[in-house]
């Protein structure tokens, strides 16, 4: 297979190659919108040589591309004729096609005297991290393209029309490809003329409001489609960064990342490689006592054990575990306990994220799973739990239960709603956050979710979850169509020092890197949208790239990005980007903070609950076949007899003499003695202590 689309793609690097005459200079903010590839201004034709074709049936090569630039033009008679050479091995693959003539038609872009514009974005402050084999093309004329050539070009266009167009797109209002007049194909945006005075004038608000704008610090890389970054709250500032296949690691303060995982489920784990496909590793949280009962909760999407047959297509699972007692860089994978599990029929909508509020509960936020009527008729009600807010305590002492029902919940007392229920009517919630600091002081909880609408698919929303509310008929907090096709993702609510400017302000943004901010008005109670403007230039020297998979938050309560940098099914490509403030430090003297290190248990329970687990609040919990104080005690049943001593569940250690489970048998290969001395009983007993105390030990 690789060698049959071998020649393809020499095919298009030698279209690459045609593109490129010469080294472009660039970075001249005079003239950016006619320039030529070499950073020269593009030739104006003489009436002579002008040769004006209709684009709509051009005669190909040199002519055409006279036809597409008449007046001013970036090519000179050799270089059509190179191109023209160039073009006929293209033709030869993709001959008598729709695809060929929308390659024509490229082919003459570097003709444009726009072409420095169309091959380079001028807001980079380097080379794109991009292959330039395209123009920028226009939004409509890009997906005209992909679903016109993706078949006659094998190699080129493995991946979706979301995700190509992500990289070959204009997303900045600037110029793009075709910049000629063209017959509309797919809607206005399929032609750059159409916007170019919406281009000025968008480039003069630019410059305005650019010393406005936040930077973005390239932190890690090389993770494989990083979800999540939260923190675990015990001091030591180490980020625990989330990959969708089922792996934890922790990055350290000083800027590395550790080489073993914290936390490595991938065997468990069921997860999605294709786009929209939301199975994985879904969420972390860690219990608010974290540093000294260890506890930890993750949900993820598995389809093991008994749920391996069934109408369902997997389930999300959570999963309470604890940290090893010896290692406070890794958790102790036999304390698993489950938690939750919830069948899913569809790969979307799944929701799975898990937060503690300063209540101390646990919430956690479901989706609708894209079931409908019919799906829950057939499985005669599939989940009840279905596009829910769930509230649970899991700060109980009771060993045969993982959780307690909080008295406060809406329907503790209810016969007709599951008690865990917090509020519902979700469908598909992005990631939610709990603001820790509110500025209401009548509401003593703000937790901010992005979400779908339910009645409206093509437009998004900001929730703001409120006990027993249901948000199919609840009006949302902020209702706005989406910047783009990509799905709505939600972030965290600002708290950090760094920047005094987005202090309280709850920051999410879309798959496809478009930001928003929302902020509270004190006055009016009221929560505030605008744009959050990333630099890349000047004091910023971070570039973003990439679909947007996640946010995090750090211990200092400052903001991460998650995102992937090319295609999401190429391994290793994610990165970790933290949101600064130009205008001020990068580590300002009253944000310093001196990381602790990490410490191991020191509670009581964990360090002498050995053959038991201990539950949040401190309790040892006997495994079967222990009991007593810190399950020392070992049961025996029926009980050891004559004189013989319990040391495992149902294994008695018996006296010299004796054999047997329970000691009830004489050991008649030993001679006894009727009448024997008391220095002899002395030496058995002596040697029945040593036995035991040495199996104890």
Not at 107 to 132: D, I, M, V, W
Not at 283 to 288: D, I, T
Not at 433 to 458: M, W
Not at 507 to 536: H, I, M, Y
């Amino acid at each position: 297979m690789m060698l049959k689309m071998l020649p393809f793609k020499l095919l298009l690097v030698a279209v690459v190659l045609c593109f490129f005459e010469g080294d472009a200079k660039f970075g001249e903010s005079g003239a950016r919108r006619r320039r030529c590839l070499n950073g020269t201004p593009p030739r104006r034709l003489k009436k002579r040589d002008r040769r004006v074709l209709s684009p709509e049936a051009p005669a190909g090569g040199e002519a055409m591309c006279r036809g597409l630039y008449p007046r001013l033009s970036c090519c000179s008679r050799s270089d059509a004729q190179g191109l023209l050479h160039a073009e006929a091995k293209i033709l030869s693959v993709t001959n008598n096609t729709e695809c060929a003539k929308l390659l024509e038609e490229i082919k003459c872009a570097h003709c444009s005297p726009h072409a420095q514009n169309l091959f380079y974005s001028p807001e980079k402050g380097e080379t794109p991290e991009r292959e330039l084999t395209l123009p920028y093309l226009c939004k409509d004329y890009c997906k005209e393209f992909y679903y016109t050539c993706r078949g006659h070009i094998p190699g080129f266009l493995q991946t979706t029309a979301d995700e190509f167009c992500f990289y070959y797109a204009r997303k900045d209002g600037g110029v793009c490809f075709p910049d000629f007049p063209r017959k509309q194909v797919r809607g206005p945006a399929s032609n750059s003329l159409d916007h170019m005075e919406e281009y000025d004038k968008e480039e003069e608000i630019s410059r305005k409001h650019k010393h406005n704008c936040f930077c973005i610090q390239e932190v890690v890389s090389g993770l494989r489609q990083p979800v999540g970054a939260v923190h675990c709250g015990d001091g030591s500032h180490r980020l625990f960064i989330l990959e969708k296949e089922g792996y934890v690691k922790i990055f350290s303060p000083e800027g590395d990342i550790l080489k073993e995982p914290f936390l490595d489920i991938h065997k468990l784990v069921q997860s999605g490689i294709k786009g929209g496909d939301e199975r994985g590793l879904l969420s972390l949280a860690f219990h608010p006592n974290y540093k000294k009962n260890g506890k930890l909760y993750v949900s993820y999407t598995t389809n093991q054990e008994r749920w391996a047959i069934g109408p369902h297509d997997h389930i999300l699972r959570v999963v309470e575990y604890t940290v090893s007692r010896k290692n406070p860089h890794q958790v102790d994978m036999r304390t698993a306990k489950v938690f939750l599990e919830v069948a899913e029929l569809h790969r979307k909508h799944l929701g799975g994220q898990l937060l503690f509020g300063p209540d101390g509960f646990l919430y956690i936020f479901l989706g609708d799973g894209m079931i409908t009527l019919d799906d829950m008729e057939e499985m005669d009600g599939l989940s009840d739990f279905t596009g829910s807010v769930l509230r649970l305590d899991v700060n109980t002492d009771l060993c045969n239960v993982p959780y307690s029902i909080p008295r406060s919940n809406p329907h503790f007392n209810s016969t007709n709603q599951p008690p865990e229920i917090f509020a519902h009517g979700l469908h598909n919630p992005g990631r939610c956050a709990v603001d820790r600091h509110p500025t209401d002081v009548n509401i003593n909880l703000t937790i901010l979710c992005s979400d779908s609408n339910g009645k409206n698919r093509s437009s998004a929303r900001i929730l703001q979850i409120i006990k027993g509310k249901d948000y199919e008929s609840e009006p949302s907090l902020l209702e706005f169509k989406p910047f783009s096709s990509g799905s709505l993702v939600g972030g965290f609510v600002y708290r950090g020092c760094q920047s005094e400017r987005l202090y309280g302000s709850y920051v999410f943004g879309d798959r496809n890197g478009n930001f928003l901010t929302l902020q509270q008005s004190p006055a009016t109670k009221q929560w505030q949208e605008k744009p959050l403007c990333l630099g890349n230039t000047g004091s910023c020297r971070g570039f973003f790239s990439g679909p947007v998979l996640g946010f995090g938050e750090d211990e200092s309560g400052e903001i991460y990005i998650l995102s992937s940098s090319k295609s999401m099914t190429q391994p290793h490509s994610g990165k970790l980007y933290k949101i600064i403030d130009p205008k001020r430090p990068l580590v300002p003297e009253e944000c310093k903070r001196t990381a602790q290190p990490a410490q191991i248990l020191t509670s009581e329970c964990s360090r002498h609950c050995r053959n038991g687990h201990c539950t949040p609040t401190g309790k040892c919990c006997c495994n079967q076949g222990w009991e007593g104080e810190f399950c020392r005690t070992a049961k025996c049943d029926p009980a050891c007899r004559h004189g013989g001593v319990c040391v495992r569940p149902n294994k008695c250690l018996c006296k010299k003499g004796y054999l047997g489970p329970q000691c009830e048998q004489v050991d008649r290969n030993i001679r006894r003695v009727t009448r024997a001395g008391i220095l002899d009983q002395i030496l058995d007993m002596t040697s029945y202590l040593l036995d035991l105390t040495s199996y104890i030990v």
